[in-house]
C-alpha cells in the first residue's frame, strides 16, 4: 500500500526538523530507522513524529574526535552510511541524513531500499560485504570524482579485493526510483538524490534539507502527518441492538453451573458420615465408665450437685465416649466408636419408674424414655 505523497511530505519534514534540533545540540542520533520513528495517535499532539530510542545517541565535538573507539559498530545494516562499512574512525552527522534518506526511499517505495538477506548484527568488524553489495547494486559503484577520500578509508583495500567497478555498471538510482513511479527529474527524487549522496562531505545537512523546493510546492508539510488523509482501522465486530451483551453474559453463566454440576454429587459422597444426635440436656459426669456400681440415687444427686454448683455442662453436640471400662467419658463422639459390638459395652437399661430415668454412665434424659437406644436411629450399632 502506497502512502499518500502528502503524509510523506509531512513525516519527512518532521523527522529532519527533529534530527535538525539534535545536531545543532551536538548530538549524533546514530540509529535512525523507521522503528524509531514514532507518530502520535488521537490526542492534542495528533500526527505529531518523536525520535525514539537514544541509547546509542553520542555527544560530537569540534574538532572531532574519534568515536569508532567506543563503538565500532552502529546503525542498523539497512540504514548503515557506506562510510561506517568502510570503517571510518571520523564519521560525523552525516551518517544520520543517510539514514533518512534510507527512510525516505522506503516511504516512497513502501519496501527497504538497501534490504540485506545476511546480518550479523554482532559483528564487531565494520566492513559487512552484502551490505556494501546492496547499495553498490541500488546506486553503482562511486567513481573516484564521487567520492575523492574513498582511498582514504580503513577497508578500502579490502573493498578493491572484494568488488569490481564493472558488475555495478547499469546500476543507479534513477532506474531504481523510475521501477516505483518516481521520476529523475522530480523534486522528490532530487532531494533523495542529496540525502544518499555517497561522499559524506558532499551530503546535505539537515538544515539544507529544510529548504529544499520539495518542501515549498503544494501540498505543504503539516504539523498532523494524517491531515486531509483517512485513516484505515482495522474491522471489528459489534453486537446488534438486538444482542445486548448481557445475552452472553447469561451463556457464560450457564456453561459455568454445567461445569459445577457434576461435582456436587462427588462432594456429597465424599461427606463423613453424620453421627446421631446427643440426648437432650445431658451433661458431663465426674465418674468413668467403669463405675457401674453406683445406683442411679446417686448419679441423679451427681448431676442435680453439678447443676447446682454451676458447672459448664457438656455442649448438645457433644456426646460422651462410649469406651471399655475405665475410659474417661468427657470426649468427644468419633464414629468409629459407635461400631464396638454390643456385648464390649456395658449398659444398664433398666428403668426403676423413677421421674429421671437413668443410665450407668451417668447421664439422664427429661423424656422419661429408657437408656435403651432404639436399633433404628440412623442406622447405628452400639
Known amino acids: 500500500m502506497q502512502l499518500p505523497r502528502s503524509m510523506v511530505k509531512s513525516l519527512l519534514y518532521q523527522i529532519l526538523d527533529g534530527i535538525h ?11 535512525l530507522k523507521p522503528a524509531n520513528i514514532l507518530v502520535m495517535g488521537e490526542g492534542p499532539e495528533r500526527g505529531r513524529v518523536k525520535i525514539a530510542d537514544m541509547g ?12 569508532a573507539d567506543l ?11 557506506p562510510e561506517l562499512l568502510l570503517g571510518a574512525r571520523h564519521y560525523t552527522k552525516a551518517i544520520d541524513i543517510w539514514a533518512i534518506g534510507c527512510i525516505f526511499a522506503e516511504l516512497l517505495t513502501s519496501e527497504p531500499i538497501f534490504h540485506c538477506r545476511q546480518e ?18 541500488v546506486m553503482g559503484f562511486p567513481a573516484d570524482k564521487d567520492w575523492e577520500d574513498i582511498r582514504k578509508m580503513p577497508e578500502y583495500p579490502t573493498l578493491q579485493k572484494d568488488f569490481r567497478r564493472t558488475t555495478y555498471a547499469n546500476s543507479s538510482l534513477i532506474k531504481y526510483m523510475e521501477k ?14 542529496k540525502l544518499l ?13 529544510l529548504q529544499d523546493p520539495y518542501f515549498q510546492e503544494d501540498p505543504l508539510p503539516t504539523l ?49 458420615p453424620q453421627a446421631p444426635p446427643p440426648p437432650q440436656n445431658s451433661t458431663q459426669t465426674n465418674g468413668t465408665a467403669g463405675g457401674a456400681g453406683a445406683g442411679a440415687g446417686a448419679a441423679g444427686a451427681g448431676l442435680q450437685h453439678s447443676q447446682d454448683s454451676g458447672l459448664n455442662p457438656v455442649p448438645p453436640n457433644k456426646k460422651p465416649r462410649l469406651g471399655p471400662s475405665g475410659a474417661n467419658s468427657g470426649g468427644p463422639v468419633m464414629p468409629s466408636d459407635y461400631q464396638h459390638s454390643s456385648s464390649r459395652l456395658n449398659y444398664q437399661s433398666s428403668v426403676q419408674g423413677s421421674s429421671q430415668s437413668q443410665s450407668t454412665l451417668g447421664y439422664s434424659s427429661s423424656s422419661q424414655q429408657s437408656a435403651q437406644y432404639h436399633p433404628s436411629h440412623q442406622g447405628h450399632r452400639y
Request: proline share 9%.
Open 180 to 193: 516505483h513511479k518516481v521520476k529523475p527529474d522530480s523534486k522528490v527524487f532530487l532531494l533523495l538524490q
Open 224 to 272: 498532523d502527518v494524517f491531515a486531509g488523509c483517512q485513516i484505515p482501522y482495522p474491522k471489528r465486530e459489534f453486537l446488534n441492538e438486538d444482542e445486548p451483551e448481557e445475552k452472553g453474559d447469561k451463556n457464560q453463566q450457564q456453561q459455568q453451573n454445567q461445569h459445577q454440576q457434576p461435582a456436587a454429587p462427588a462432594q456429597q459422597a465424599a461427606a463423613p
Open 120 to 137: 550479523d548484527i554482532k559483528t564487531s568488524n565494520p566492513f559487512h560485504h552484502d551490505q556494501l553489495d546492496r547499495i553498490f547494486s
Open 56 to 67: 546509542f545517541a553520542r555527544l560530537f565535538n569540534s574538532p572531532l574526535k574519534p568515536l
Open 71 to 81: 563503538d565500532p559498530v552502529v546503525v542498523t545494516f539497512w540504514y548503515r552510511a
Open 197 to 209: 549522496t555517497m561522499d559524506p562531505t558532499k551530503r546535505i545537512t539537515s538544515e539544507q534539507a
Open 21 to 31: 534540533y539534535l545536531h545543532a545540540n551536538w548530538v549524533l542520533h546514530r540509529d
